[in-house]
């Protein structure tokens, strides 16, 4: 079986997407598939791109065995609506030059990776060319998330015409996968002719045989990831005084906010709060065995919407402090994996962490289940092999 996957982005950029993209290749690789990946310049986080990459339209690459073909895109970390426009829309374009490449190939599934949604319309485009099956991979619901972020609102022209090629690419796909339950409803219900739920998951392998490096002297609390706004991070370290708690925080991560906490901390370096610089996805299993807990916050709550950092804790062993709401909450609180608080509900953090110092064999049992979940449930190699058992069925179905 042929698979290809069209992405806007893949490694050697950091980022979820990233990560659980590639090990989805990898894995349908290890298991005898022909795989093939067609993506974009690596410019993430910067919006720059890489060195390596830079003057140049096209290239053929490999990420661990992985064959890559990679096209120019036009970059921006701007906010602006153009800037992003121009970034979504150039790849898609520049992508449909993998045409001659992928008639020689004849994938069976072409799997596309949205947002953005306009690479969509590419990959249908492709999968008509090439005779291939068309799956559409679902990580982040657009438009609505850009009506959630107050990007634009339901009258818009930009809304309408998201919302039309959105329709057009559920209702063109053999199906259509989301990384949520919200995300598999919200697709049912707008067109998709048949689903298939697909989390982000864990590989817990990748933490097995770790052991703690540094000495425990304390409660050590750890956020690993984006430090965007929709999680919050420096309004938790302005509102929380962790060495008052007789905890630690300590911050990896990089994002729109990094300057905002380094600030901070330079004027108020005496709060048990500390700030670490960004991490490569290889690092974070030994980051995370370190800790005792991990703080995970979601400002805004985006419908479908699932921090991976969850199912990374559940691998390590260290419950979970949620602050925020939605499917993410509700897994937390259903696989007893830690503690949930409102949204900027500062007080009641403080309230977990001081319980924890005092008892910290509430760890100890939530640590427990956290293992039996990311081994159980949300076991990406597990989940992979199920979607290849998947592919293989519908190919010989249809």
């Keep these: 079986m042929k698979v290809a996957l069209l992405s806007q982005y893949f490694k050697p950029e950091m980022g979820a997407p990233q990560n659980r993209l590639y090990e989805m290749m990898k894995e349908l690789q290890n298991l005898g598939q022909d795989v093939y990946v067609i993506t974009g310049m690596p410019n993430y986080p910067t919006g720059s791109i890489y060195e390596h990459y830079k003057k140049k339209f096209s290239c053929n690459d490999s990420v661990d065995g992985i064959p890559v073909k990679r096209y120019w895109l036009y970059t921006s970390t701007s906010r602006k609506a153009l800037p992003r426009f121009l970034n979504m829309v150039s790849f898609s374009l520049t992508a449909l030059c993998a045409t001659w490449k992928l008639r ?7 799997i596309v990776e949205t947002p953005p949604l306009t690479l969509t319309v590419t990959a249908w485009i492709l999968s008509k060319l090439t005779g291939a099956k068309l799956v559409t991979n679902v990580s982040d619901l657009w438009p609505l998330s850009a009506v959630e972020l107050g990007a634009f609102s339901k009258d818009s022209l930009p809304y309408k015409v998201l919302a039309a090629i959105e329709s057009f690419a559920y209702r063109h796909s053999s199906f259509c ?56 991070i420096s309004d938790i370290i302005r509102n929380i005084n962790f060495e008052e708690l007789g905890a630690e925080f300590h911050v990896y991560g990089s994002g729109g906010e990094k ?20 991490v490569e996805s290889t690092e974070i299993p030994n980051v995370l065995v370190n800790a005792d807990v991990t703080l995970i916050p979601l400002v805004k709550n985006i419908f479908g919407a699932v921090p ?19 499917e993410g909450q509700r897994i937390v609180q259903t696989n007893n994996i830690g503690w949930t608080t409102p949204v ?28 039996q979940c990311a081994e159980m449930k949300f076991n990406r190699p597990k989940q992979v092999a199920a979607l290849n058992n998947f592919l293989e069925q519908k190919r010989i179905i249809q």
Aim: glycine share 10%; proline share 5%.
């Design 344 to 371: 900027k509900d500062y007080e009641k953090i403080k309230e977990i962490i001081r319980c924890l110092v005092s008892n910290p064999t509430m760890i100890e049992e939530k640590s427990k289940f956290c293992q």
């Design 104 to 110: 020689k190939g004849r994938p069976d599934y072409i």
């Design 177 to 232: 996968m989301g990384q949520s339950e919200e995300i598999v409803e919200y697709i049912k219900e707008h067109g998709a002719r048949d689903t298939y739920l697909f989390r982000n998951g864990v590989d817990p392998t990748r933490f097995n045989g770790i052991e703690r490096t540094i000495p425990k002297k304390g409660l050590r609390i750890v956020y690993a990831g984006l430090l965007g706004f929709a999680q919050g």
């Design 259 to 278: 300057e905002l906490i380094e600030n901070y901390l330079a004027k108020n370096p005496n709060n048990g709060i500390y700030y670490h610089g960004s």
């Design 308 to 326: 991976s950092k969850i199912y990374e804790s559940m691998a390590a062993g260290k419950p979970i402090i949620f602050s925020g709401e939605g």
